[in-house]
């Protein structure tokens, strides 16, 4: 065990390390390193979706058109989603912030290719009437996120 004066000698060289760092010049270096590799795995994924499309497309070419129909919007969504995901990392990674409306356009876009999806799978109704309603309270979100903008006037 450590004597009382061995701890206070240890917490002087804590001390005096801790003061050297500049965390404010550290922490906004490493979210930048983090953001570009999210931002390349999520155009990697992009990518990679499209791809998926057109071969899911191929795949299903025996089948009735409206089947291929449905599971190229369904794709599609999903694609749009991921965008949607980059462009409000991408947002951060330029201005340093992101606003509600653009995180909660990014889950209603989420949400919206759900609700279609779960449509055109003929989910049960249950499901498909609860992402209805989450997605009525993003709206309602997204409405009030404007109405009470911090810059608007009067």
């Known amino acids: 065990m450590a004597k009382p004066e061995q701890k206070s000698i240890i917490r002087n060289v804590f001390a005096v390390f801790l003061d050297k760092i500049e965390y404010t010049r550290i922490f906004p270096n490493v979210v930048r390193v983090l953001l570009c590799i999210l931002i390349g795995i999520i155009l990697f994924s992009i990518a990679g ?13 025996e089948s009735p058109l409206e089947e291929i ?3 190229i919007i369904v794709d599609v969504l999903i694609l749009l989603a991921v965008v949607e995901i980059y462009k409000t990392t991408y947002t951060y990674f330029s201005e340093g912030r992101v606003r509600v409306t653009y995180i909660v356009d990014t889950v209603l876009v989420v949400m919206l290719s ?3 999806s779960s449509w055109f799978k003929n989910d049960h109704s249950s499901k498909l009437l609860m992402l209805i309603a ?21």
């Open 49 to 61: 979706g499209v791809a998926k499309t057109f071969i899911d497309a191929s795949t299903v070419m």
């Open 69 to 71: 129909l449905r599971k």
């Open 114 to 116: 759900e609700v279609i």
């Open 134 to 154: 989450i997605l009525a309270a993003l709206m309602g979100i997204r409405i009030l996120a404007i109405y009470f903008h911090p810059k608007k006037e009067g």
